[in-house]
């Protein structure tokens, strides 16, 4: 008998061992693949961030299989300024939200479209370099006035039903509800059964992801036309003249514009008009070459401009 207590007792202790074992392994493995996941996705937009940054001078898939640490790091640095404005925005306007909401429903919804179009502004401003132009902001009081004139109107319809009259319009309106009705209970169904499946939630990612990719092309795009500082290459050559048979010292400029461990990608440049010629040579640092030149850290207000 006691043995018999003894044996139930050690096969329900080895259950429980493997019962806490399991969610342990199950633990590690999701975090093990959400790691993964996010390594991959970071060297991702890393390559997006690099293939935007070297698009802006015309260079296409030369240099593009080396992702270096500065330019995860300069991507994601502009998310932050990016996430950091937004925060402002919020902090900003979300009291005014509140106290709106508290005194009408149309200054919530005026509200509201201020605190997008500034999140808009900046965003644009951040990622595309490009300020929000002046009909964007007529657009906005078009869409403001539009708002507020409904609400003095549906205000005035409301006081009418309450008084007994127009009772047309209210009988229109419950039967636009009831046909709206239906779809809108498929809608929450849709979001009900993505809420529950886990797998659905994968789904959502994927629009996620390619937005990312864009927003950080862009930023890639970006960051280029706003860079003012470069490594100039002063060459200096000597060459016969075919014409009086006199030696000759030929310069040329060329400028650094990307920079790997072990070679540099070079194009020449126009130092007066602050233009690259987009022809572009990829040279070793321990080359001869640059053994003749040297290397000149140089500022040009307002970026570079590409031919």
Same mark, same amino acid.
């Given at each position: ?16 061992? *493997?019962?806490?074992?399991?969610p342990?392994?199950?633990s ?43 330019? =995860?790091?300069?991507?994601?640095? @502009? ?5 950091t404005?937004?925060?402002? =925005? ?28 500034a ?15 002046? !009909?964007?902001s ?16 549906? +205000? ?6 309450r ?39 994968f789904?959502?990612?994927? !629009? ?32 016969k003249?075919? *014409?009086?048979?006199k ?5 040329? @400029? ?13 194009? !020449? ?9 987009? +022809? ?11 053994e003749?030149?040297?290397? *000149? ?11």
């Amino acid at each position: 008998m006691n043995s018999n207590h003894r044996e139930t007792t050690s096969t329900s202790q080895v259950n429980l061992d *493997e019962t806490e074992r399991r969610p342990l392994a199950i633990s590690l493995m999701d975090a093990s693949i959400i790691v993964l996941i996010f390594t991959g996705l970071t060297y991702l937009l890393g390559m997006k961030f690099k293939g935007g940054y070297l698009g802006y001078y015309k260079v296409t898939d030369v240099m593009l299989g080396d992702v270096g640490m500065n330019y =995860i790091v300069d991507s994601f640095t @502009n998310i932050l300024i990016l996430l950091t404005f937004w925060s402002f =925005i919020c902090i900003f306007f979300f009291p005014l939200l509140s106290a709106a909401k508290k005194t009408r429903q149309a200054l919530h919804l005026v509200t509201l479209l201020l605190a997008l179009y500034a999140a808009i502004s900046i965003f644009c401003l951040v990622v595309f370099n490009k300020i929000v132009g002046e !009909p964007y902001s007529k657009v906005l009081i078009i869409i403001s006035s539009i708002i507020m004139a409904c609400d003095v109107i549906y +205000t005035f319809l409301k006081v009418q039903l309450r008084k007994g009259k127009i009772l047309w319009l209210k009988k229109t309106i419950e039967a636009m509800v009831n046909k709206l009705t239906p779809g809108i209970q498929e809608v929450k169904l849709i979001v009900f059964d993505i809420k529950r499946n886990k797998y659905l939630k994968f789904l959502l990612l994927i !629009p996620i992801i390619y937005f990312a990719s864009f927003v950080f092309f862009h930023l890639g795009e970006t960051e280029a036309q706003r860079k003012e500082e470069y490594l100039i290459i002063k060459y200096e050559k000597t060459e016969k003249n075919k *014409e009086t048979g006199k030696e000759e010292i030929k310069k040329t @400029n060329f400028v650094v514009i990307n920079e790997s461990k072990d070679n540099l990608l070079i194009a !020449p440049i126009n130092l007066n008009q602050k233009i690259i010629t987009p +022809t572009y040579s990829i040279i070793e640092t321990k080359s001869k070459l640059n053994e003749l030149i040297k290397l *000149e850290a140089m500022n040009f207000k307002g970026g570079l401009k590409v031919k």
